[in-house]
């Protein structure tokens, strides 16, 4: 009974002191928010920064906070981070923020858009929305679906066939694509390291030193696929080029 009553007053503090630490991280977020909507963007980003196990709303905060400074590297990183478990709902605001950093950037480096440049655009923005479907979406539950597609074809493939339902054979199979592709997608993120570019330039190196050729030149909010690490530098690729870049100037998320 004397231990019984020990652990419960043990566990109780516990819960106690965890609620107390949950009620000041509340505040810490609603003072930063205040920050925010004063022009306080420095401030609010310190204090966003203090807040751990940041949710997605804290990451969607801070790249904003980023993006107000300057910093369009580490607000796309931010914005990354908030796309992946933010949830399939209400994401227009977070879609529009990647895209708008992206494009900023951009015309930065290379001037105004011409006709094809909004093109390659229009479908740059269109493969963003299902890279950020795919990540929005759990991995099990990505198998989950394509596996039940294919299932759903086999089993009706031959009475649909025999009914000449064409239209209908056709709608599956681009669905079975869709699904495969939101699935190879999922993967790509869920077992690859990805980083963003945080400086307004890095070299792409042959090798991990500075001693190495300089393949190109990576602007801020370049996203690289990482494939190593070595002695204060990432093997990356990128735009299928696979190089060397230095660690301080990428940001994983």
């Known amino acids: 009974m004397k231990y019984a009553k020990l652990f419960s007053l043990i566990l109780l503090g516990l819960i106690v002191h965890i609620g107390l630490r949950a009620t000041n991280y509340q505040e810490m977020f609603f003072k930063a928010n205040d920050l925010y909507k004063e022009g306080k963007f ?8 203090q807040i751990p196990n940041k949710s997605p709303k804290v990451h969607f905060n801070l790249g904003n906070c980023a993006y107000k400074l300057g910093h369009f590297g580490y607000a796309l990183v931010h914005w990354r981070r908030a796309e992946k478990d933010w949830g399939l709902s209400n994401r227009a605001e977070l879609l529009h923020n990647i895209a708008m950093v992206k494009k900023q950037n951009k015309q930065e480096l290379v001037g105004q858009d011409s006709p094809f440049d909004r093109v390659k655009q229009g479908m740059d923005d269109i493969k963003s929305l299902v890279i950020s479907a795919s990540r929005a979406m ?3 539950l990505l198998r989950l679906l394509f596996l039940f597609m294919w299932v759903i074809s086999f089993l009706y493939l031959r009475f649909l066939y025999k009914k000449r339902k064409q239209a209908i054979i056709v709608i599956l199979f681009i669905a079975n694509l869709f699904c495969g592709a939101l ?7 869920e077992c690859r390291e990805h980083g963003i570019v945080v400086t307004k330039k890095t070299e792409l190196l042959s090798g991990p030193s500075k001693s190495y050729q300089t393949l ?3 602007g801020e909010t370049k996203q ?4 190593g ?3 204060g530098f990432y093997k990356v690729k990128v735009n299928g080029v696979i190089g060397w870049v230095n660690k301080m100037t990428i940001e994983t998320y």
């Open 183 to 189: 699935l190879v997608i999922r993967y790509n993120f």
């Open 138 to 140: 759990s991995f099990f």
């Open 42 to 49: 420095k401030q609010a980003k310190e204090l966003y920064e």
């Open 229 to 231: 690490h070595s002695d």
């Open 216 to 218: 190109e030149t990576l």
């Open 224 to 227: 690289v696929l990482i494939k």
